[in-house]
């Protein structure tokens, strides 16, 4: 990790900024379509390597009242290559959704905003509008996706000082529980060795993240069997043939041939018509959905109070070129459009092995609470776990926190039970140490704010506010 303290002497260079201290040049006034807010948005590049010409592109919205004493929350969305801003930003807990007809915005009423600022990044460079001119820099991994999220937030701070002084939280979801703990751990050895300014960490939280694959893949399997998706023989044949203990990215020849006819007879029988990250909620159909939007028609499709087509609103708002002029967007016309996930990346398919729960240790041991949250089918770091989510269920996460904890020698502090919101089971959680949450969130899927607003903008207040999920039914502060 020591690799990384090298950019504590980066040269910082300087930037026009207005009466607040943020750059006016990144100031966006208002996006097509938007209605009338009183935050200020902040959007555009921090170059994290001029000579190779390479940047990231960030949204940052302020907190919707009392911004000025409130922290700063880093989110990251995974994939490998998926982008921050079409994921969280304007899918899960932004303060703005598409409309229907892919050419205006509306409000998010429980976006996070309410509780925190918040910054979004599109990382590694090839994500979405994020971009380098030496093409190579497309072959990237999880150590220089981290090395260049550390530049970027030393930059990020010199465009907005403000922050400097602030509490920095850092989340994510997917395969961001690789990049969030990597980077914190790059930003704890920057604090280590800097004799300059150290970053005031104050938690991490990673929603249904990928630790271990090795325990993470058998968890679908086994979210399958017991949602009634596959029958009892198929589920038995994958336990009984499947050494997930060799199971690697990349390396189908650890498989043997039993192992791979059972996971594709399961995989053929959940089909293409259920969502894996969210099993109750109905899909949308590209074709029909495209073609509404084109003719200007309202594309909305609701399931469970949820708008299944909302993939398809956000990639064509994000292609018009009048929301990309207000964002500050493409500034080097990229060849491709928008999209949610990168076509151009080249990922390291073997560093989704790495085992994260050591780096998770290392940041609990500098006494940063952890949290891991997940749908209810999924995990809380805090770890929170949606449990409709089978592509990174809870079953396994559970399991590797409450394995971490007793590798820290802790106790539990919070015995696992039930938190409340609004009079209702907002989900299940338990704690560990005063430092490690396990949390989940009923109802939810893989992209928890997506599937329960109202329940996770109340997780994520008391994550940076310090404060313990409620476990009784009387109101609380965000009830």
């Given at each position: 990790m020591g690799m990384w303290c090298w950019v504590c002497g980066l040269l910082l260079v300087g930037f026009v900024v207005g009466g607040n201290g943020y750059p006016e040049e990144d100031l966006v006034v208002r996006l097509p379509g938007q209605p009338k807010v009183?935050?200020?948005?902040?959007?555009?590049?921090?170059?994290?390597?001029?000579?190779?010409?390479?940047?990231?592109?960030?949204?940052?919205?302020e907190a919707e009242k009392d911004s000025d004493h409130k922290p700063l929350s880093l989110w990251l969305n995974g994939g490998p290559g998926c982008?921050?801003?079409?994921?969280?930003?304007?899918?899960?807990?932004?303060?703005?959704?598409?409309?229907?007809?892919?050419?205006?915005?509306?409000?998010?009423?429980?976006?996070?905003?309410?509780?925190?600022?918040?910054?979004?990044?599109?990382?590694?460079?090839?994500?979405?509008?994020?971009?380098?001119?030496?093409?190579?820099?497309?072959?990237?991994?999880?150590a220089s996706t981290a090395r260049d999220m550390h530049i970027f937030m030393m930059k990020w701070l010199d465009k907005f000082p403000a922050f400097k002084s602030r509490s920095l939280f850092l989340t994510g979801e997917s395969y961001a529980g690789h990049y969030i703990p990597q980077l914190a751990v790059a930003l704890l050895d920057h604090n280590e060795h800097s004799k300059g300014y150290k970053f005031k960490i104050k938690g991490v939280a990673i929603g249904?993240?990928?630790?271990?694959?090795?325990?993470?893949?058998?968890?679908?399997?086994?979210f399958f069997w017991s949602h009634g998706m596959i029958s009892d023989e198929i589920g038995l044949a994958i336990m009984n043939e499947c050494d997930f203990d060799d199971y690697t990215f990349g390396s189908p020849h650890n498989v043997t041939a039993a192992c791979s006819d059972a996971i594709s007879k399961a995989d053929s029988i959940v089909g293409d018509y259920v969502n894996n990250y969210d099993?109750?909620?109905?899909?949308?159909?590209?074709?029909?959905?495209?073609?509404e939007l084109r003719l200007r028609k309202m594309a909305t499709k609701i399931s469970l109070g949820v708008d299944v087509c909302m993939s398809y609103e956000r990639r064509f708002y994000f292609n018009l070129p009048q929301v990309q002029k207000a964002l500050h967007a493409n500034?080097?016309?990229?060849?491709?459009?928008?999209?949610?996930?990168?076509?151009?990346?080249?990922?390291?398919d073997t560093d989704g092995n790495i085992n994260i729960l050591p780096?998770?240790?290392?940041?609990?041991?500098?006494?940063?609470?952890?949290?891991?949250?997940?749908d209810d089918n999924k995990l809380n770091f805090t770890n929170c776990?949606?449990?409709?989510?089978?592509?990174?269920?809870?079953?396994?996460?559970?399991?590797?926190?409450?394995?971490?904890?007793?590798?820290?020698?802790?106790?539990?502090?919070?015995?696992?039970?039930?938190?409340?919101?609004?009079?209702q089971v907002g989900g299940w959680a338990t704690e560990y140490g005063n430092l490690l949450t396990f949390a989940t969130v009923r109802g939810a899927a893989h992209m928890v704010p997506y599937a329960?607003?109202?329940?996770?903008?109340?997780?994520?207040?008391?994550?940076?506010?310090?404060?313990?999920?409620?476990?009784?039914?009387?109101?609380?502060?965000?009830?």
């Open positions: 009183g935050f200020r948005q902040y959007a555009g590049y921090v170059d994290v390597d001029v000579k190779a010409g390479r940047s990231l592109f960030y949204y940052f919205v982008s921050s801003i079409g994921g969280g930003a304007f899918t899960e807990f932004g303060p703005f959704f598409p409309k229907g007809d892919g050419r205006g915005l509306r409000i998010n009423s429980k976006s996070w905003n309410k509780a925190s600022n918040l910054l979004f990044v599109e990382s590694p460079a090839g994500v979405g509008w994020s971009y380098s001119n030496t093409s190579s820099d497309y072959t990237c991994g999880d249904n993240p990928l630790l271990r694959l090795d325990r993470d893949v058998p968890a679908t399997y086994e099993v109750i909620l109905d899909v949308c159909y590209p074709s029909l959905v495209q073609q500034r080097t016309n990229l060849p491709h459009s928008w999209s949610m996930c990168s076509s151009i990346l080249n990922y390291s780096l998770l240790k290392r940041i609990i041991e500098s006494r940063i609470p952890v949290w891991v949250f997940s776990s949606g449990d409709q989510d089978s592509v990174v269920p809870l079953l396994g996460s559970r399991t590797l926190v409450r394995e971490l904890a007793h590798d820290l020698k802790f106790k539990v502090t919070v015995p696992y039970g039930t938190w409340f919101h609004k009079g329960q607003p109202s329940r996770a903008l109340h997780l994520f207040s008391s994550f940076v506010r310090g404060q313990r999920l409620p476990n009784t039914t009387r109101p609380s502060i965000d009830d």
